[in-house]
């Protein structure tokens, strides 16, 4: 249903958000004169840490909902704040926003770097991960989250340490442990479950957030090979900003 009216000098800002950044951008446009922020999770997780102003929490029912959901509570400016490996959203929110002649930003934290004594194998998605694994190691420490298991699930003679804020449900790797944790994550204690785990390969995705990165130094430590999938791009002709500020910059801009 359509929001209740506001005064017309009130500018309304959807957040596509879940993560660090799209609570820490939706703080500052709650705070921001003028402007009135909603804040759209998915709905994936099962306690979702709630950002400040409005939330709305589930689907749109693909571009053409979006689309009709920006165009009904009069939506302003989009951005699309979610996580760097969300990539359907990302394109719906493109759709939409074209549909809607709304504004649409991607706010998106920078990949990480290797640095030197980094074993890293990039490669382009999950199931390339899981083939690459068997030549890497037996003992794997499995962080890409509950959602991409089932490529893992072939991988009989393999043991997997699954770090997820949720549990995970099967199609599963026979083999596995599930650690329910959320970070941010500390350098001793990836140092110390690197350890206690005999861990001797890591799989992550390259979501760039600074609370996970201790992994990396502790694998780096530990002469431990990392298979980092790559992230997919931003749907093309869509501007960046990749801190909170910034997109701020751009929100104040364009509305002023």
Do not use: C, N, Y
């Amino acid at each position: 249903m359509p929001s209740s009216p506001v005064h017309d000098s009130v500018r309304h800002v959807l957040v596509l958000g879940g993560t660090t950044e799209a609570r820490r951008l939706a703080v500052a446009l709650a705070e921001e004169p003028g402007v009135r922020v909603t804040s759209s999770l998915a709905g994936r997780v099962a306690t979702p840490r709630l950002p400040a102003g409005e939330v709305r929490i589930g689907g749109f029912g693909g571009p053409e909902g979006l689309a009709r959901w920006l165009r009904e509570h009069a939506v302003d400016a989009l951005i699309d704040a979610t996580h760097p490996f969300a990539g359907t959203i990302s394109f719906h929110a493109a759709r939409a926003a074209a549909t809607a002649h709304v504004p649409l930003l991607a706010l998106r934290r920078p990949g990480w770097v290797a640095q030197p004594g980094d074993v890293w194998h990039p490669v382009p998605s999950l199931t390339e991960a899981a083939a690459a694994l068997p030549a890497l190691g037996g003992r794997v420490f499995l962080t890409t989250g509950r959602m991409g298991l089932a490529h893992f699930a072939h991988l009989a003679d393999l043991w997997f340490l699954v770090r997820s804020v949720d549990a995970p449900e099967a199609p599963h790797p026979p083999r596995m442990t599930t650690l329910l944790d959320r970070g941010p994550f500390t350098l001793d204690g990836e140092r110390e479950l690197l350890r206690r785990h005999r861990i001797d390969v890591l799989v992550t995705k390259d979501s760039g957030a600074a609370a996970t990165a201790p992994k990396l130094a502790a694998a780096r430590e530990a002469g431990v090979p990392v298979v980092v999938v790559r992230r997919p791009p931003v749907p093309e002709g869509v501007p960046v900003a990749e801190e909170p500020d910034a997109a701020l910059g751009w929100v104040r801009a364009l509305l002023r």
